[in-house]
């Protein structure tokens, strides 16, 4: 059974023992998804934990090993540029295709109710977070960390960026000799990490399923129908704009091969899918780039 499968197994089998648990489990059985969700917290932990590492010494190895330090800012216009371009484009997509579908999508008042319960503690991090937010002018301060271990443990991913965009120009103006000492070291950390990822990618499969027994569990049946049917719209807008955007976006630009392509894209998009998480699929990205594309660091 294939990794993508197996993951989607543990996805929907987690559902349907936690809906089980809703109708009426008892003993044991109703204590499960307590046991689970601090299990499921950890496998998403132990991806995130890498994340910080993983960035910052694949920027500071890609850019000190870089021949032209001028090709950073042209390599990061362009980024900048694409990254527009895309949401633009699925911005205006998901408009086109999602919104229609939505509208199909009649939820009875309780089922509602219960997914507002299930979000209710999300509901309240995110507005205690948007009344937090800071100014432009404060955001664009805070973009040059006065701390660059402080950001790394807050998980400031932006400023930690340009410490170590900064870092690598600068050893680019170092002797070659002690240039290439640190750059090793950093090119190790990198190595220990993409490790690290390939282990905790193996339970990605039971990471999935411990996180979906307790969220079968607070939305039941009805509350669940409703999010199986989101989610796979979600996941079929989502496919269509990756198979009609940006695969030919990759081939067309990046010159790579469609199905080699495919195939390195897929760890990192099962990642993505499974933990509802950007970040926390960053590392197999990485290790996709790496070893499924053959790529060198700059």
Known sequence: MSFTLRVLLGL?????????VAAGGEGWWARLPGFLEPLGQLWVNAIRMTVIPLVASGLIVGVAGMRDARAVGRLGLRSLGLFVAFVTAATVFSVVTAYPALQRLHIDPAVAQSLRDAAAGAGQSAAQTATQLPSWSRWFMDLVPVNAFKAAADGAILPLIVFALAFGLALTAVAPERRRVV??????????MLALVGWVLKLTPIGVFALAVPLGARMGLSAAGALVY????????SGAFIVVVLYPAAVLLGRVPFGRFARAAAPAQAVAFSSRASLAALPAVFEGVRKGLGWSEE
């Open 230 to 237: 989101y989610i796979g719209l979600l996941s079929v807008v």
């Open 183 to 192: 750059v090793t070291f950093f090119a190790g950390i990198a190595d220990a």
């Open 12 to 20: 929907v089998s987690g559902l349907a023992i936690g809906i089980g």
